[in-house]
């Protein structure tokens, strides 16, 4: 997990992911399992297992779910990439099609697609009307 991180780490940070995308409890069990069996050796060495250390760290905060739908204003989507935000987990939908290909998934219900740029934050499975300024999103980070 030095410069290249490992592929436990790696797949921990992807099953924690879809779980909060998908709200199915396989891919949290999955992610624990993984953190579990390596929580010891990483903190015996915490340098080994930066990217390990951070997914667990986004486990313990229950991450900022930041969803951005269509992504023509630059402005707003610039602004969210270029925060440093460890904690969160951030998902881009750029088009109509994909929102209603993902709409099954409880994490994209209830989200429409429409010609401005919208973003919803949402902290333990509840979020925000749709924010379309970079001043409301900001304050709701």
């Known amino acids: 997990d030095l410069s290249l991180p490992s592929g436990n780490s790696v797949s921990c940070f992807v099953m924690l992911r879809l779980f909060h995308l998908t709200h ?3 891919f949290l069990k999955i992610a624990t ?3 579990e069996s390596q929580a010891q050796i990483a903190a015996e060495n915490p340098f080994g297992f930066g990217y390990l250390l951070n997914t667990i ?3 313990l ?3 900022t779910e930041i969803t951005i739908v269509n992504s023509e204003n630059s402005e ?3 602004f ?4 440093f935000l460890p904690e969160s987990i951030m998902v881009t939908i750029n088009n109509k099609s994909q929102l209603e290909n993902l709409s099954k998934f409880s994490f994209f ?3 429409s697609f429409s010609d401005k740029t919208s973003v919803f934050v949402c902290r333990n499975f509840t979020c925000s009307l749709p924010l379309e300024s970079i001043s409301e999103i900001n304050s709701n980070l």
Not at 80 to 83: C, D, F, I
């Open 24 to 26: 199915e409890e396989k």
């Open 33 to 35: 399992q993984i953190m």
């Open 57 to 59: 760290y986004t486990y």
């Open 61 to 63: 905060q229950n991450p």
């Open 76 to 78: 707003i989507c610039n």
């Open 80 to 83: 969210l990439y270029s925060k």
């Open 109 to 111: 219900a209830g989200k």
